[in-house]
């Protein structure tokens, strides 16, 4: 069953939010790591709504989405946000595609973008601990096919 969830999230406490996981030491610069102080606010995004600011050490141009996977997406904040938490919780693309409003192309991507990132961000170096816990090595056993 599809919930009209998209409806019930502020976009500006999901900006908050997103502002905080994504760049927890404040908005900066990518091009040359300048806070956001040294910026200016010179347009909205159209249909994010999200500040554009210029950066005024080094002219670039950034927002809250930039040098994310949600760059160049015109996704609104509270779209992200229950985005993000759909793939978490293992929500089909397909039904994440109907509540949120966007295409199954654009769940599929963005999905298949964040998982890369996880998956890069796994250490590769063996667990340091010697014994292995049997419920530990059969926990996930029967959810694979
Ligand atoms: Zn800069």
């Not at 806070?35 to 005024?56: D, I, N």
């Not at 997406?73 to 985005?83: D, E, I």
């Amino acid at each position: 069953m599809d919930f009209p969830i998209l409806d019930l999230i502020d976009n500006e406490l999901a900006t908050d939010w997103l502002l905080n996981h994504f760049h927890p030491h404040g908005l900066k610069c990518p091009h040359c790591e300048a806070g956001v102080g040294e910026a200016r606010c010179f347009r909205q995004t159209t249909t994010s709504q999200l500040p554009v600011y210029r950066c005024l050490l080094c002219d670039g141009i950034y927002n809250l989405y930039s040098s994310t996977v949600f760059q160049q997406k015109q996704l609104t904040p509270a779209q992200v946000v229950l985005l993000l938490r759909g793939i978490y919780q293992g929500e089909s693309s397909a039904q994440l595609a109907r509540e949120l409003g966007l295409s199954r192309p654009t769940v599929h991507c963005i999905r298949h973008a964040i998982q890369a990132n996880a998956q890069a961000m796994q250490p590769n170096s063996p667990v340091v601990d010697q014994q292995t816990e049997t419920d530990e090595m059969f926990q996930n056993a029967g959810e694979k096919k």
